[in-house]
């Protein structure tokens, strides 16, 4: 069985660490150096640095911030926003990062991914999905309420739609298929973002992970709506998740790395600790 992973997020906007709601509404949760630190000391698994206006501010994610959070921390770092070409993905990587997280340029050009992918090895390309949900008279399930759904069950008129620009614009992809695709044209591993449940802290969105990890043999990260330790919990056995992203109730200090290993661990999750 392979080691599960928590995954601290820093969203960044004009330089610093911001969570909201849905994607809006926005505050500030402090300095992206001084949040990376802390949880490298804390004992994250990895750091994920998402540049969030990049993509719709038509710009490249802010390489000195990278440098800086990179030559402060010694944990595995993912960083996505604004990424568009191979010189791109090249320029992070040697600003420090190990991964790069790729979204709005997959859409426009999916062979971005495969190129990307080839010149640098499927383990550096995440692809990122921000999904939302499009469904016809069935109610979402929150954490804990897919808990008893057998494995491949499928909900009629379910579906969830791929959205690129930082969750601005819809694209019309059917979010299980694009992963599908994707991976089989080189993503190494699935950022996969809830945007009806990102900063509810309501529970990550337990069917549509479930789903997508049903549907892919790479690793899936998921994320959106964390608001308790249970919660992770619930993505990683109901939801079938590798990994899980959380940033709320990290970086408002409500929970420590630690506390959620040690929760896990004593219910049979393989952890690092």
């Not at 949880?39 to 206006?53: H, K, N, P, Q």
């Not at 010694?74 to 790069?100: H, Q, Y």
């Not at 994707?182 to 337990?206: N, Q, W």
């Amino acid at each position: 069985m392979l080691t599960k992973r928590i995954i601290p997020c820093l969203d960044i906007k004009d330089g610093r660490v911001v969570k909201g709601v849905n994607f809006i509404n926005l505050r500030d949760a402090g300095d992206a150096v001084e949040n990376a630190k802390f949880y490298d000391r804390e004992g994250a698994d990895e750091l994920v640095f998402l540049d969030i206006t990049a993509s719709c501010e038509k710009r490249g994610t802010i390489i000195e911030l990278v440098k800086k959070v990179a030559d402060n921390i010694f944990l595995p770092f993912t960083v996505g926003g604004g990424i568009r070409t191979i010189d791109n993905i090249r320029s992070l990587l040697k600003a420090g990062c190990d991964k790069v997280s790729i979204n709005t340029a997959a859409v426009k050009e999916p062979a971005f991914i495969r190129k990307a992918s080839s010149r640098f090895g499927s383990q550096c390309i995440v692809l990122a999905i921000d999904a939302r949900r499009k469904a016809y008279g069935v109610p979402r399930l929150r954490s804990g309420q897919a808990l008893s759904l057998s494995k491949g069950v499928q909900r009629t008129g379910e579906k969830w739609e791929v959205y690129i620009n930082g969750g601005r614009t819809p694209t019309g992809l059917d979010a299980v298929k694009w992963a599908k695709k994707m991976e089989s044209f080189g993503a190494g591993e699935i950022l996969l973002t809830s945007m009806d449940y990102d900063g509810t802290k309501e529970g990550y969105d337990i069917e549509l992970t479930r789903r997508i990890s049903e549907s892919v043999s790479v690793p899936v990260i998921a994320s959106g709506g964390a608001g308790t330790i249970r919660h992770l919990y619930d993505a990683m056995t109901a939801g079938r998740a590798d990994a899980v992203l959380a940033a709320s109730i990290f970086h408002f200090r409500e929970y420590s790395v630690r506390e959620a290993k040690e929760y896990l661990r004593k219910r049979g999750i393989l952890v690092r600790l």
